[in-house]
């Protein structure tokens, strides 16, 4: 499975943005799909996951209630909208896929994006 992630890019705090993951190569739905997170300095932190269906999803704490993740199946592209972002959101963000939905870990995910950076400004 490969995967392409975009969207990103400069962010006014408490605006929004969406990010995008395209895959292929494999069969989507078979996957749960989860976003993280690297701001630099620091280690990959998880944001957020999806279920097979897309009937499920998990957050972080620290973006729960901001960010909704979301799937379309029918495009091969899960979605991490980005509301009322905060600058300590900076990072670069990397979708992942796994046999194992709403995973919070990275071990889980078999498969990764190349990143794309969001930059929040105050």
């Known amino acids: 499975v490969q995967l392409q992630a975009s969207g990103g890019g400069l962010v006014q705090a408490g605006g929004s943005l969406r990010l995008s993951c395209a895959a292929s190569?494999?069969?989507?739905?078979?996957?749960?799909m989860g976003w993280f997170r690297q701001a630099p300095g620091k280690e990959r932190d998880y944001v957020a996951a999806?279920?097979?269906?897309?009937?499920?999803?998990d957050y972080a704490d620290s973006v729960k209630g901001r960010f909704t993740i979301s799937r379309d199946n029918a495009k091969n592209t899960v979605y991490l909208q980005m509301n009322s972002p905060k600058p300590e959101d900076t990072a670069v963000y990397y979708c992942?896929?796994?046999?194992?939905?709403?995973?919070?870990?990275?071990?889980?995910?078999?498969?990764w994006g190349q990143g794309t950076l969001v930059t929040v400004s105050s």
């Open positions: 992942a896929a796994g046999p194992t939905p709403l995973a919070s870990t990275a071990v889980n995910y078999d498969y």
């Open positions: 190569g494999g069969t989507f739905s078979m996957y749960g």
């Open positions: 999806i279920s097979w269906s897309g009937t499920s999803e």
